[in-house]
């Protein structure tokens, strides 16, 4: 972020020295309207009961011509364009491209330097996340007792919806996004990543994402839940547009953002990173985004074919017409149930990472850590039917999704056999990173346990559809991967801001929000236990106290999360400055200055060993077998 | 911690060297904790219990005999993550205002701890899982020469509406069944995915448009119960429900005479 030492700016560019966010939204905003007002007018604006088609064709037709339009005016076409022209980049528009000696303004732009698009990934995601908040609170206020009505049935259900899509797009980016980018490339030994100009395409397509998530606010929401069932989603507003629009674009996102980095990772990393020397955050990463590549797209499918009966008289999903609403089930779940490991693993993997630091041990067995990842990411594409026990839709498999959903506890297992061996004798420096990691173990004990609970047919009979589901995936995917994320936010702050992280401000905010965290959903355990079903507006009087008790903790988490955004603001504008290595870490991202140059490395560095090299011979637990010269240790 | 056992232990045998480590300090204390917290966790099994209520058929007794069997197993495993957790914290953290140390074990990996690690969570898993593929089996409808009665559960936004077959077609916004009465619902919707929940007598099963689903139960308590709705079906998903009333045979055809009118 420093610019005290700005060179000139490159003289290349051309036309990208034009284009910025402002571009963007002004060309994207004309794109829409000229899209809207063409397609009213051919298929009509009219909101009549015999027109639905015509008005969903018209907010499609307008939410794709806003992404085409907010694309051409960041500047996405501008290369592809000057290259089927003849006209390769030089030397000087590849400067200018990466941001070089741009400041502050480089952050607007189609910029290519992965330390720029991690930035921005990190500000989109925490956009999300603030926005996904005020809707929770907004539930949870709802909820408070069972006489509070801020607003209607039809409200309620938009903002239950619009709260989950927000927010499993914000934590399927928040670590492979921000620290994927950002920390990823450097941490290999590489000047960038494989594809830079589809790095800048992946983030800039996510946030042409972002207004036309937000435009469901104005379309009357996602009343649907986030899973969007059919034939439901059929009797949506045009909200569902919105919804589908985004999932369709934000499959393409990630799968363009999935090829680069697993590229990045097998083609570039550093001369003697073997695959036994790579951290263990880059494995969490390609496994996050490698399992995308095929979750993604049957989820873009679904959403193509809920277009079509949506705006043009498709039948996908109409049952009165002949539809199968099983197929969108089954669509929804093959993304959705390896789409809650793409969100896990980098979360878990970015704490196996700094854990080692602030232990001064290495990471207990590496191999473990690599075996666990993988087998979570081979089981997790053959459990998403768990999710159907009680559809009705084939009973004869619920024991064969039982037996692969009750495996994946194997492999977990042994990440949490890594991160308590890690702890094991440790002597721990106490920085609020690390305690993250505790806050995360405790937590994510409780949401692993209790899907195994989910995981039993019989016991779901019980579960399903209730509250219970709703504490369990917030204990993993608030619990376990968001506390990962805040963990990752405040352990490379220092290396990303160029400040420390203040952890006085933080440490109030990050416990406020934990114990928050877990009087909010325990108490969502007790109604659910109790049989309250999930997502209902209102509720009977038996369920009272808990809610009561989950809407205090919300605000509890509320006032934490408020705490903990104003301890990155403050740190990020007037922290303290950050040295080069200020945890004495030894993987690459802390051995370069901060900031980080342009292009990372003077001169590429060259592995000899394994990025975990802490801690004093442990002679009996650990028999040396490489010989030592004496007086080596007193 | 008294790390110089090290160096006496070194030429032990290794049962010697297992008793020896069972005496270091911190492993009493972790076990102590580890104690401490499995008997403190095993406290949800009750409390699990009591949340759910009393079951009102053997399919919701199956259910929460299972989960209760599933807390005591998993309160101890809970306790061993937790309690190295707590004796990291207190035990092996580093003073305050002391920085990074440079005396913790460069412990890389321990195969043994691994191999017991990986064995028993797997051992852990298959039992899960016959339990459960047991659990199925038993709670499996069986033809034992008694006829169902079969009732129509018809999902409709955002009403439930029963509709009694074999006993005239009876229609009902209350779902009456007789005590000790073999029941197959079968469950469908007229428009969008409902999920028939009858909350204390353990029974789930989604309404789909155009399909019938079967769910199976046998209640065995006299009384009202919760019918409640799943899964999300729109407006008035929140209000989709109504009573279960479970009565003797005798008031159940008195019910039936009168037409479905209590």
């Known amino acids: 972020m420093s610019t005290t030492t700005r060179g000139p700016i490159p003289n290349g560019g051309g036309l990208m020295r034009r284009l910025n966010l402002g571009t963007a939204i002004l060309t994207g905003f004309i794109f829409a309207f000229i899209g809207w007002y063409i397609a009213g007018k051919v298929f009509g604006f009219g909101d009549g009961p015999d027109n639905s088609w015509g008005r969903d064709r018209v907010w499609i037709i307008t939410m794709s011509l806003w992404a085409i339009g907010f694309m051409t005016g960041i500047g996405a076409f501008v290369g592809p364009v000057r290259w089927v022209m003849g006209k390769d980049q030089s030397f000087e528009d590849q400067m200018y491209l990466a941001g070089k000696n741009q400041g502050i303004s480089r952050y607007f732009k189609f910029t290519t330097d992965h330390k720029v698009v991690g930035v921005q990934y990190l500000i989109v995601t925490m956009l999300l996340f603030f926005v996904g908040g005020i809707l929770a609170m907004l539930i949870r206020t709802d909820l408070i007792s069972k006489n509070t009505e801020i607003f209607g049935s039809q409200t309620y259900n938009a903002v239950v919806g619009l709260h989950g899509i927000i927010m499993i797009i914000a934590t399927i980016i928040m670590v492979t996004g921000p620290f994927g980018n950002f920390v990823v490339p450097i941490m290999i030994g590489a000047r960038d990543m494989a594809f830079p100009r589809l790095n800048a395409l992946s983030l800039w397509l996510i946030a042409s994402v972002v207004p036309i998530l937000l435009s469901a606010v104005f379309l009357g929401g996602i009343p649907t839940g986030w899973s969007a069932y059919e034939p439901l989603g059929l009797q949506a507003p045009p909200g569902m547009d919105s919804y589908l629009m985004t999932i369709i674009i934000f499959a393409i996102s990630s799968g363009v953002a999935g090829a680069n980095i697993v590229t990045t990772v097998v083609k570039m990393r550093a001369r003697g990173m073997t695959w036994n020397r790579t951290p263990i955050f880059v494995y969490g990463v390609v496994a996050s985004v490698g399992l995308a590549i095929p979750a993604f797209p049957t989820f873009m499918a679904s959403q193509v074919m809920s277009g079509f009966d949506r705006a043009a008289g498709g039948v996908f999903f109409d049952t009165a017409a002949g539809g199968n609403d099983w197929l969108y089930t089954n669509l929804f779940w093959l993304m959705g149930h390896p789409e809650v490991y793409v969100i896990l693993i980098p979360g878990l993997a970015a704490m196996m990472e700094y854990l080692p630091v602030f232990v001064r041990k290495p990471l207990f067995n590496f191999n473990a850590a690599v075996l666990g990842i993988a087998g979570i990411v081979g089981l997790s594409v053959m459990v998403w039917a768990h999710h159907m026990y009680m559809t009705g839709w084939a009973p004869n498999l619920n024991a064969p999704f039982m037996l692969t959903t009750e495996l994946i506890s194997v492999p977990t297992g042994m990440l949490f056999l890594v991160f308590i061996g890690t702890l094991w004798r440790g002597r721990v420096w106490a920085r609020l990173p690390m305690l993250a990691v505790y806050a995360m173990l405790w937590n994510f004990i409780i949401g692993g346990l209790t899907g195994i609970y989910l995981s039993d047919v019989p016991v779901d009979v019980a579960l399903h559809g209730s509250m219970y589901v709703t504490a369990h995936f917030h204990y993993t995917l608030m619990g376990g991967a968001f506390v990962g994320a805040m963990g990752a936010v405040m352990y490379w702050f220092p290396k990303m801001t160029g400040r420390m992280f203040d952890e006085k401000i933080g440490a109030w905010g990050f416990w406020i929000s934990q114990i928050g965290f877990n009087v909010t959903f325990l108490g969502m355990f007790a109604v659910g236990l109790a049989g309250q079903p999930r997502r209902v507006s209102s509720y009977s009087s038996l369920f009272a106290t808990g809610n009561l008790v989950s809407s205090i903790g919300a605000y509890t988490i509320f006032t934490g999360m408020l705490i903990f955004l104003a301890a990155i603001i403050h740190s990020w504008t007037s922290g303290e400055i950050a040295p080069a290595n200020p945890w004495g870490a030894k993987t690459l991202e802390w051995q370069v200055p901060t900031p980080v140059p342009l292009e990372n490395f003077e001169v590429l560095p060259v592995i000899t060993s394994d990025p975990y090299g802490y801690g004093v011979p442990d002679r009996l637990l650990e028999p040396i077998r490489e010989p030592v010269h004496t007086g080596d240790h007193s | ?262």
């Open chain 2, 1 to 262: 911690m008294s790390e110089h056992l090290d160096d006496q232990l070194e030429a032990q045998l290794p049962a010697d060297k297992f008793r020896a480590w069972t005496k270091r300090p911190y492993i009493r204390h972790v076990f102590l904790i580890w104690l401490g917290l499995t008997i403190l966790f095993e406290i949800f099994g009750p409390v699990q219990a009591h949340l759910m209520g009393a079951p009102a058929s053997e399919a919701m007794k199956a259910i929460e005999d299972t989960m209760s069997l599933f807390t005591y197993t998993a309160a101890p495993v809970a306790a061993l993550v937790i309690s190295v957790v707590l004796y990291s914290i207190f035990g092996w953290r580093q003073p305050k205002g002391a920085g990074p140390s440079n005396e913790s074990p460069a412990i890389k990996t321990n195969g043994p701890v691994t191999t017991a690690w990986v064995v028993i969570s797997s051992l852990l898993c298959v039992f899960l899982l016959i339990w459960g593929l047991g659990e199925m089996n038993s709670l499996a409808p069986r033809n034992n020469g008694v006829k169902p009665l079969v009732i129509d559960a018809i999902g409709n936004q955002w009403v439930w509406t029963f509709k009694y077959p074999d006993n005239g077609n009876i229609e009902s916004n209350q779902l009456y069944m007789p005590k000790d009465q073999p029941v197959v619902f079968h469950v469908s919707s007229v428009d969008v995915v409902h999920s028939l929940w009858i909350v204390q007598l353990g029974v789930k099963i989604d309404a789909n448009p155009e399909r019938v689903t079967l769910a199976h139960v046998t209640p065995t308590v006299i009384g009202r119960f919760d019918v409640r709705c799943a899964e999300l079906c729109g407006l008035y998903h929140a209000h989709m429900q109504t009573n279960a009333v479970v009565v003797s045979p005798d008031d159940f055809n008195t019910w039936v005479a009168n037409g479905g009118h209590a």
